[in-house]
């Protein structure tokens, strides 16, 4: 597994650039599923066809990356920028950007007088190029960057960059591979756009029209020193959201969560996030709504390039997933 989250995890896709990392996992799942589409907005739809007398159940993992986006380009080459989702200034200088065509760039800052003035608008991108003609030869506006993919493992625990969400899409590629029988239709949707407002879920489950969803995505921990408080740490196992910003999970797949975990010893830790959303936020609010929940995976440091996850905590969220799949659902 260490080495499908290492060439996963490195593929190019910030929201609405998802074209690369389409067609790698599509690639992956092909032999799994019985049909496979892309939809209008780009989302990857795989379907799994149960035995017709199971329910219609969406699962959806994020391909897209938050990054940066090319607002201007001076006459010394520098580009200005934009963000592509939650980026925190102060932890973009002095890292390397890599654009879809593999160029690469790192962010430097203006002169400021104290940390707190640091914001977007003083920072830049230098990738190298000592004119504007050199740098439009490169780079144009409009152009998106990522973080340059960067993967350790220590120990149990994976540091890489884009753990959100390329481990839910892991996740979702390995359910298909262990998932023998099931009585449910299965679809399985790696979204586009999340990072910038959930926008993908949204219009794959109004196509779908499920009568359950569950995201995959990454939550926060509150595990390391002086964290915000919160009753989820690395290690403990597939976190079952109860909440977020964006939804609070239908009781009916909470308990369906809950009930499989423990009936098949699964490693599980209840999740209240009290800032943040997934899918689930999007889909439980199409059509009549969408009774939907989200498995998260705990993960520290998310939105930085050096994200950490503990390998057993996705192998859980693996298994609670596969089992919960192959039951009858009341
Ligand atoms: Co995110
Ligand atoms: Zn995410």
Same mark, same amino acid.
């Given at each position: 597994?260490?080495?499908?989250?290492?060439?996963?995890?490195?593929?190019?896709?910030?929201?609405?650039?998802?074209?690369?990392?389409? &067609?790698?996992?599509?690639?992956?799942?092909?032999?799994?599923?019985?049909?496979? &589409?892309?939809?209008?907005?780009?989302?990857?739809?795989?379907?799994?066809?149960?035995?017709?007398?199971?329910?219609?159940?969406?699962?959806?993992?994020?391909?897209?990356?938050?990054?940066?986006?090319?607002?201007?380009?001076?006459?010394?080459?520098?580009?200005?920028?934009?963000?592509?989702?939650?980026?925190?200034?102060?932890?973009?200088?002095?890292?390397?950007?890599?654009?879809?065509?593999?160029?690469?760039?790192?962010?430097?800052?203006?002169?400021?007088?104290?940390?707190?003035?640091?914001? *977007?608008?003083? *920072?830049?991108?230098?990738?190298?190029?000592?004119?504007?003609?050199?740098?439009?030869?490169?780079?144009?506006?409009?152009?998106?960057?990522?973080?340059?993919?960067?993967?350790?493992?220590?120990?149990?625990?994976?540091?890489?960059?884009?753990?959100?969400?390329?481990?839910?899409?892991?996740?979702?590629?390995?359910?298909? &591979?262990?998932?023998?029988?099931?009585?449910?239709?299965?679809?399985?949707?790696?979204?586009?756009?999340?990072?910038?407002?959930?926008?993908?879920?949204?219009?794959?489950?109004?196509?779908?029209?499920?009568?359950?969803?569950?995201?995959?995505?990454?939550?926060?921990?509150?595990?390391?020193?002086?964290?915000?408080?919160?009753?989820?740490?690395?290690?403990?196992?597939?976190?079952?959201?109860?909440?977020?910003?964006?939804?609070?999970?239908?009781?009916?797949?909470?308990?369906?969560?809950?009930?499989?975990? &423990?009936?098949?010893?699964?490693?599980?830790?209840?999740?209240?996030?009290?800032?943040?959303?997934?899918?689930?936020?999007?889909?439980?609010?199409?059509?009549?709504?969408?009774?939907?929940?989200?498995?998260?995976?705990?993960?520290?440091?998310?939105?930085?390039?050096?994200?950490?996850?503990?390998?057993?905590?996705?192998?859980?969220?693996?298994?609670?997933?596969?089992?919960?799949?192959?039951?009858?659902?009341?």
């Amino acid at each position: 597994m260490q080495d499908l989250i290492k060439e996963i995890t490195a593929v190019f896709g910030p929201s609405g650039s998802e074209e690369k990392i389409r &067609e790698v996992i599509k690639n992956k799942i092909s032999d799994y599923v019985d049909e496979v &589409e892309t939809d209008k907005l780009g989302n990857l739809i795989a379907y799994k066809k149960g035995n017709g007398q199971g329910k219609r159940i969406m699962l959806a993992a994020h391909m897209d990356q938050i990054g940066l986006l090319v607002t201007h380009i001076d006459d010394d080459g520098f580009l200005r920028f934009t963000n592509i989702g939650g980026v925190k200034p102060h932890r973009l200088i002095g890292q390397r950007f890599i654009f879809a065509d593999g160029t690469v760039g790192t962010v430097g800052v203006e002169k400021v007088d104290e940390e707190k003035d640091i914001k *977007l608008d003083k *920072l830049y991108l230098d990738i190298g190029a000592s004119s504007k003609d050199e740098a439009t030869k490169r780079a144009r506006i409009g152009d998106s960057v990522v973080y340059y993919p960067q993967f350790n493992l220590s120990g149990n625990r994976i540091i890489s960059s884009y753990l959100d969400d390329r481990i839910g899409c892991i996740v979702l590629i390995k359910v298909l &591979e262990e998932l023998k029988e099931s009585p449910h239709d299965i679809y399985f949707v790696f979204t586009v756009q999340e990072e910038v407002g959930l926008r993908g879920a949204r219009t794959a489950a109004y196509k779908i029209e499920p009568d359950l969803a569950i995201a995959v995505d990454v939550t926060a921990t509150g595990d390391t020193p002086k964290a915000p408080t919160m009753a989820v740490s690395l290690g403990d196992g597939a976190a079952i959201k109860i909440k977020d910003s964006a939804s609070i999970t239908h009781p009916m797949i909470k308990e369906l969560l809950i009930s499989t975990a &423990e009936k098949y010893n699964i490693k599980y830790q209840l999740e209240v996030l009290e800032r943040g959303g997934t899918d689930a936020g999007s889909i439980h609010l199409t059509k009549g709504g969408i009774p939907s929940g989200t498995v998260s995976i705990p993960t520290r440091y998310i939105h930085s390039p050096a994200e950490m996850a503990d390998l057993g905590d996705v192998e859980e969220s693996i298994r609670l997933l596969t089992k919960l799949l192959e039951e009858e659902i009341e």
